[in-house]
């Protein structure tokens, strides 16, 4: 059975850091991975879907890399800002579903 | 832009009632999933819709059971709500290509379900 992992569970810095949060899978057999943001009370949003063939994805400050063979990957947010603030949830999508790690909660401080 | 309604942000219901859940969303997707999410547990998955009237479980599914009529309703139902039911519902959909879209799930606000 897939067992997602995300460390930190939490972390914490201030404005204008750069930082990477991390993300492991048990089974390589997927076909992509998935991260998402979450706020408060909120639903998720999604980020970035890295597939299956490819080693990375951009989308502004964020950057999305992925080894499969090594069941690893990493969320790089560039000059964190307060906004930023929230629960960032990895998720790999297998034969049939969608496994989600329990997520970093990350505070950017001003 | 995707939307996903649930149509309760927050319900309060007693032990023992049948409690129903509604999502629907407006992209035509193929895919619905209902999700629970407690602290300490993340994100599990209670039952899925590839297409109406179809249903497959997920993680979780005892104590509930779902409804999917029309393409673009998705309805979970607690047969007899217990205690153990409280928690953070979510709905989600994805596009259609059954299984490997290899497009985001797009999540509804979320119900925040209380049993007294």
């Known amino acids: 059975k897939q067992e997602v992992t995300q460390i930190p569970a939490a972390l914490s810095v201030p404005e204008g850091e750069n930082l990477v949060l991390n993300c492991s899978f048990t089974?390589?057999?997927?076909?992509?991975l998935q991260w998402f943001r979450q706020d408060p009370g909120k639903g998720l949003t999604s980020l970035l879907l890295?597939?299956?063939?490819?080693r990375e994805q951009t989308s502004g400050r964020l950057n999305a890399s992925l080894d499969k063979s090594s069941g690893r990957s990493t969320l790089y947010i560039a000059a964190s800002q307060p906004g930023d603030s929230a629960t960032y949830l990895c998720?790999?999508?297998?034969?049939?579903?969608?496994?989600f790690g329990k997520g970093t909660m990350l505070l950017v401080s001003p | 832009d995707v939307k996903v309604t649930q149509s309760s942000r927050y319900l309060v219901k007693r032990t023992g009632e049948k409690v129903f859940l509604e999502c629907v969303q407006d992209?035509?997707?193929?895919?619905m999933f209902w999700y629970r999410q407690d602290p300490g547990l993340g994100l599990r998955l209670i039952y899925f819709?590839?297409?109406?009237?179809?249903?497959e479980k997920g993680d979780i599914p005892e104590g509930y059971s779902v409804s999917r009529e029309k393409k673009e309703r998705f309805s979970l139902i607690l047969e007899s709500a217990s205690t153990n039911q409280t928690s953070m519902y979510l709905c989600?959909?994805?596009?259609?290509?059954?299984?490997?879209?290899?497009?985001?799930?797009?999540f509804g606000d979320g119900t925040r379900l209380s049993i007294l």
């Open positions: 989600a959909s994805s596009p259609p290509g059954v299984r490997r879209s290899n497009q985001p799930q797009h």
């Open positions: 089974d390589s057999a997927i076909y992509n």
């Open positions: 890295i597939q299956s063939s490819q």
């Open positions: 998720a790999v999508e297998g034969y049939s579903t969608l496994t």
């Open positions: 992209m035509d997707h193929e895919n």
């Open positions: 819709s590839y297409d109406v009237k179809m249903k």
